[in-house]
């Protein structure tokens, strides 16, 4: 799990990911969601036929406490989308 900041989310962002064998920078899709999983190809395991690939999945992380500026927006903000449509 990699938490990533709301603007990293829905801008696209390279962040760097610790890996089994180091830090590697990773590109964040714009509108990437919690749960989105993106793959490091030859950064897990390594293997008698070379490494594996190494899986990260996003995790969209709020500040412990949201500046004034984050408040604001969320409250002018008026969403046109239902996020729990599909489980209905």
Known sequence: ?????????VLGAKVPVP?????VSLSVPPNSNTG????LKGKGIAATDGAGDFYVRLVVTLPEKPDES???FVQG?????????KIR
């Open 77 to 85: 903000w008026s969403p046109d989308y239902d996020p729990r449509a």
């Open 70 to 72: 984050l408040r604001g």
């Open 1 to 9: 799990d990699l938490p990533v900041t709301p603007k990293e989310a």
């Open 36 to 39: 989105t999983v993106l793959r």
């Open 19 to 23: 890996t089994l064998t180091g830090t």
